[in-house]
T-cell receptor, first 120, second 114 residues
Framework: GAVVSQHPSWVICKSGTSVKIECRSL??????MFWYRQFPKQSLMLMAT?????????EQGVEKDKFLINHASLTLSTLTVTSAHPEDSSFYIC????????????????FGDGTRLSIL | GNSVTQMEGPVTLSEEAFLTINCTYT??????LFWYVQYPGEGLQLLLK?????DKGSNKGFEATYRKETTSFHLEKGSVQVSDSAVYFC?????????????FGSGTRLLVRP
């Protein structure tokens, strides 16, 4: 089946550091990737949607300059949390979907295992 | 607007009990419906899906039927196991939703006791 690899799975760093999280589709071409944030015991909050080769579309209230998203190829997207602070500590999850436009409409999203980010 | 409503958890059952997790939705057009499962400390895994009315999705003993008349997609399993303990998310996606992104319910935690 479709596999999405997310790395790292856990990162602890000091306040003010920038952290990069990678999301790779291993056996399919991901025309669209999504980045989510999940707080403890809560649902997933969509942060942004990225299509390969295009600028990401951010959800309302998500700071573009804080959460930099790059989707340079059909198998890789990255999320960089710039100048991270303790309030950015969370569980970040990516997902990937193949197909484009109407072809993508019935394609499920395949999720990575998430990255637990802890900012000290 | 588009939204998904799930029953609040946690749902606590004994092993081999029957499971139902209710899910209803509001959407424009004809969305696709999904159930995802999240085990502790992990991302989400697609459990099953249905893309049109009266479709039944099934996987690993779980089933859900797309009911357009009641706008529901309830998850059922005849006999749960301890290993089914997880959080279950109902979600929808569709042509009238930007980028066909998923709209998630709040999740329902299932705890199965031996």
């Amino acid at each position: 089946g479709a596999v999405v690899s997310q790395h790292p799975s856990w990162v602890i760093c000091k306040s003010g550091t920038s952290v990069k999280i990678e999301c790779r589709s291993l056996d399919f071409q991901a025309t669209t990737m999504f980045w989510y944030r999940q707080f403890p015991k809560q649902s997933l909050m969509l942060m942004a949607t990225s299509n390969e080769g295009s600028k990401a579309t951010y959800e309302q209230g998500v700071e573009k300059d804080k959460f930099l998203i790059n989707h340079a190829s059909l198998t890789l997207s990255t999320l960089t949390v710039t100048s991270a602070h303790p309030e950015d500590s969370s569980f970040y999850i990516c997902s990937a979907r193949g197909g484009a436009g109407a072809l993508g409409s019935n394609q499920p999203q395949h999720f990575g295992d998430g990255t637990r980010l802890s900012i000290l | 607007g588009n939204s998904v409503t799930q029953m609040e958890g946690p749902v606590t059952l004994s092993e081999e009990a029957f499971l139902t997790i209710n899910c209803t939705y509001t959407a424009t057009g004809y969305p696709s419906l999904f159930w995802y499962v999240q085990y502790p400390g992990e991302g989400l895994q697609l459990l099953l899906k249905a893309t049109k009315a009266d479709d039944k999705g099934s996987n690993k003993g779980f089933e859900a039927t797309y009911r357009k008349e009641t706008t529901s997609f309830h998850l059922e399993k005849g006999s749960v196991q301890v290993s089914d303990s997880a959080v279950y998310f109902c979600a929808l996606s569709g042509a009238r939703i930007s980028s066909y992104k998923l709209i998630f319910g709040s999740g329902t935690r299932l705890l199965v006791r031996p």
